[in-house]
């Protein structure tokens, strides 16, 4: 009966702590969008959220439905879940798009960069934007096509949304990360907007690779293409593809360089804050035979407290039933 009594009242204690742990945790998700941002995105979505739209031509006197170019659709789901979803479109375009047809300004309009807005910005420094463009501008990306490749063209204004730093489930943000990549290097279109060269076939190109699907799944392009930096978690260096990261070694070893790239999430505050700590990365660390103790030792130490609080709380019961 005691035991029984002491475990149930260890039960309700944890859940009286972990409740507003875990609202902590999601606190950061709830950023709130106001009635007025989709009432005043909604006049814009009401023709770029669908693959149709209607207007009405004063020179035939009625409603007309066209086509909307695909490339100019916004997907209204994506975009209220992205990083800039408490915006209202024309905070990043002109007013003039409220006007139907749009003036031809419009698409001669300078577009904003990231860092026209985030750059010196206090509350974005965890970011470190200004590294983050100094590795860009070092990129061969970059180097090739000066003028026309930007941050923008791999992140999509409308739909980019911070993974690596806050998904917990690794498989979706490595897809997530290598999605972007891919937008050019499985998509003609996209890739011809910079160069007029063939574009080489991202499977055949590593087909040297060993089991390539499955290390499609468990690594990111950039994990072999980006030149390793320690100041930022996401690196943005793409090297020239001569200096690719060829040798097995490199990442199946003890010193593996995923350390340093993949897995160095881990180790940011907010991640262990909202205590990542599945299974999934054991097992991830296991296979490369690195830090694998980084969580274990996580755990034993979350076992002894509570096991700490649960003697406590015995001896507390048991002074106070005594007396
Ligand atoms: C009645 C339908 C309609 C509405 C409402 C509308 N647009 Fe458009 N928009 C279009 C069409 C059609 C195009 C492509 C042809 C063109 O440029 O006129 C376009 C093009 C654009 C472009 C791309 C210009 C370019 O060529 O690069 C931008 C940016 C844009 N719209 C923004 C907006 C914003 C912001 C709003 C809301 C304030 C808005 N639009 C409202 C129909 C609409
Ligand atoms: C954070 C800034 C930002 C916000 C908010 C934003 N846009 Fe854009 N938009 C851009 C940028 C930058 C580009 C140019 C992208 C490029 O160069 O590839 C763009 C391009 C476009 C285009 C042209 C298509 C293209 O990809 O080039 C359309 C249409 C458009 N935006 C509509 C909208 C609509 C509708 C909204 C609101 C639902 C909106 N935008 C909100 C920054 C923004
Ligand atoms: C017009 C100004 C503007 C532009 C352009 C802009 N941002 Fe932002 N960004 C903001 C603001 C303001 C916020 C905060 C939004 C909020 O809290 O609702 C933000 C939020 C973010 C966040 C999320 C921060 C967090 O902790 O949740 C990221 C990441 C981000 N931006 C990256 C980018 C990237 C990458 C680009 C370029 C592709 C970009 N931004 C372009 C103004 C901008
Ligand atoms: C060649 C493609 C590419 C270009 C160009 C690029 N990025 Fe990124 N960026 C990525 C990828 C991939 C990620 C990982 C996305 C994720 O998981 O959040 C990323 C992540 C980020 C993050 C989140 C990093 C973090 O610490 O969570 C920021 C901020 C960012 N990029 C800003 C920029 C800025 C600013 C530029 C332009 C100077 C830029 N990016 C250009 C591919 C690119
Ligand atoms: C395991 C490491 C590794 C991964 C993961 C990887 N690459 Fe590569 N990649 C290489 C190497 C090495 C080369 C050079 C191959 C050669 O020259 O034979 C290369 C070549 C390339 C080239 C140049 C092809 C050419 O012939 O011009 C492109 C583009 C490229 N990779 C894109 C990607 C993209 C996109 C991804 C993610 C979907 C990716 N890579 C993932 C190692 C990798
Ligand atoms: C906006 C389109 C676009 C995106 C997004 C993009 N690339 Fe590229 N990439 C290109 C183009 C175009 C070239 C060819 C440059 C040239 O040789 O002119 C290229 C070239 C390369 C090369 C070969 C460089 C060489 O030495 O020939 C590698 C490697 C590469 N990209 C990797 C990546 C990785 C990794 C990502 C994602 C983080 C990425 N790219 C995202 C357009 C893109
Ligand atoms: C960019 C880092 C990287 C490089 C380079 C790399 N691998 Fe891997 N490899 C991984 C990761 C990550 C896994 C997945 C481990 C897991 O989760 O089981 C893996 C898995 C494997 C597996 C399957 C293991 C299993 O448990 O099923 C084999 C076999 C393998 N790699 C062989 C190679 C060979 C051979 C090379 C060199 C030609 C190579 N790898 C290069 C990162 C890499």
Redesign the pocket.
């Known amino acids: 009966m005691k035991i029984i009594k002491h475990f149930l009242f260890a039960i309700v204690f944890l859940t009286v702590i972990g409740a507003p742990l875990s609202i902590l945790a999601q606190e950061e998700e709830a950023k709130v969008i106001d009635s007025y941002t989709y009432e005043?995105?909604d006049?814009?979505l009401?023709?770029?959220g669908h693959s149709t739209?209607?207007?009405y031509n004063e020179g035939v006197e009625r409603d007309i439905k066209?086509r909307?170019?695909p490339y100019?659709i916004i997907d209204s789901t994506e975009y209220y879940v992205s990083n800039h979803r408490t915006f209202v479109?024309?905070d990043c375009?002109?007013?003039e798009?409220?006007e139907?047809?749009?003036p031809a300004e419009?698409?001669m309009?300078p577009k904003f960069s990231c860092l026209d807005c985030h750059a010196g910005d206090e509350a974005y420094a965890k970011y470190d934007f200004e590294k983050i463009d100094e590795e860009f501008q070092k990129s061969v990306h970059y180097s090739k096509h000066t003028e026309d490749f930007s941050c923008n063209s791999c992140h999509n204004p409308h739909t980019y949304k911070i993974n690596a730093r806050t998904n917990a489930n690794m498989e979706e943000f490595i897809s997530y990360d290598n999605e972007i990549c891919l937008t050019c290097h499985a998509d003609i279109s996209k890739y011809q907007l910079l160069t007029t060269k063939e574009n080489p076939n991202v499977l055949e190109t590593h087909s040297w690779l060993p089991n390539q699907v499955m290390h499609f799944k468990k690594v990111r392009c950039i994990e072999c293409h980006a030149e390793i930096n320690n100041d930022i978690l996401v690196s943005h260096n793409i090297l020239p593809k001569e200096k690719a990261v060829k040798q097995c070694v490199e990442c199946h070893s003890k010193n593996s360089r995923l350390l340093a790239s993949l897995y160095k999430y881990q180790f940011t505050n907010e991640r262990s804050a909202l205590g990542f700590s599945n299974q999934e990365m054991l097992d991830e660390n296991y296979v490369i035979g690195a830090n694998r103790n980084y969580y274990l030792n996580v755990l034993s130490i979350g076992l002894f407290v509570i096991v700490l609080i649960i003697i406590f709380i015995h001896a507390m019961l048991r002074i106070f039933i005594k007396h």
């Open positions: 005043q995105n006049n814009c009401k023709c770029h739209y209607t207007y066209d909307m170019n100019f479109c024309v375009h002109s007013m798009c409220e139907f047809p749009h419009v698409r309009e």
